[in-house]
C-alpha cells in the first residue's frame, strides 16, 4: 500500500469519525421529539434512497443487481443499520452522549473478538450503556462483511445494504407502534427537528458510513477501526463548548479506553507483520492490511 493510499485512507475514516461524533449530541436533542423507532425508519429510508440514487449514477443501472448474494448483503445491512441505529438510540434514551461515544471506541476489540469468532483468528454498565455496546458490535459484523463482497464497490455495498436493512427496520418500527411502545409523530414534531434530521441524514449517514466503507475498503478493517477513537474526542469537544461539565475519571476513562484500543491494534498488527513484505525494505510509509480484508481499490 503506497503512501497516498494510506493517506486518502486515513482522511475518509477521520471525515466519518468526526461526523458520527457530532451524532451523538444532535441525537440527544432529537430524542424528546422523536422516538428511536421513527428516527431510525426516517434516517434510513431516505438515505438508503439518496445512496441507490448515487449508485445507479456513478456505476450504472447493473449495480443494482445482488448477483446471488442478498440475503447476506440483508442480513449484513439488517446487522448494520437496524442492528446499530436502534441499539444505539434506544441506549441514548437511558445514557449519555459521552458513555455511548466511549463504547463505540470499544470496537477494535470487538473487531478482534468478532473476527476471531466467525473466522477463527488467533490473535459501562446499565440497560442503555448494554444496548450501545451491542450496537458496536452490530456495526462491527456489518464492517467486517464487506471483505465478503470484495468486487463491490464501497458505494455500491453501502447502498445495497442499506437498502435490504429497510424491511427490518420498517418492521421493528410497525412492531413497537402496534404494542404501543411507540407513538407515530405527527408531521409537526417531525419538522420541528428538521436541522437536527438533515445533519443525521446527510452528514452522519450518507457522509459517514460512505467514507467509513471506503476507508476500510483502502486501509482493512484492522487499520481502519482505530479512527473509531476520534469520536468520543469529537463528542467530548462537542460537549465542553456546550459548557457540559464533566468528572475527572470520566477524562481519565476515556483516556484508559482510548489507549487500550491503541495498544491492541498496535498487537493486531505486530502479529500479522510476518505475513506482510517489510515496509522499511522499500522506503514507504505502510499501514499493514490482514489477510482477511478486502483488496484495496479506488473510492467512487
Known sequence: MNRVTSLRGAGLLLMAAIAWGGLFPVAMVTLPVLDPFHMTAIRYGITAIIFVGLLALAEGPQALKLEGRGLRAALLGTAGFAGLGLLLFVGLQHSRPEHGAIIMATQPLVAAVVAWWLRGFAGGTGVGDLMMFLGAVSWVIYSLGAAEFPSWSPLRYTALTCMLSLPAILGLTMIAIATGYVSTPSAGDVESVGWQLAYIIGIASVLGVLSWNAGNKLLGVTNGILFINFVPVTVFAIRIAQGHHFQPI?????????????????????????????????????????????????CP
Not at 275 to 281: F, H, I, L, M, V
Open 250 to 298: 470520566e477524562f481519565v476513562g476515556a483516556a484508559l479506553v482510548i489507549g487500550a484500543m491503541i495498544a491492541n491494534n498496535v498487537v493486531v498488527r505486530k502479529v500479522a507483520a510476518p505475513a506482510q513484505p517489510d515496509a522499511k525494505k522499500t522506503g514507504r510509509f505502510s499501514l499493514r492490511v490482514p489477510a482477511g480484508a478486502a483488496k484495496p481499490e479506488a
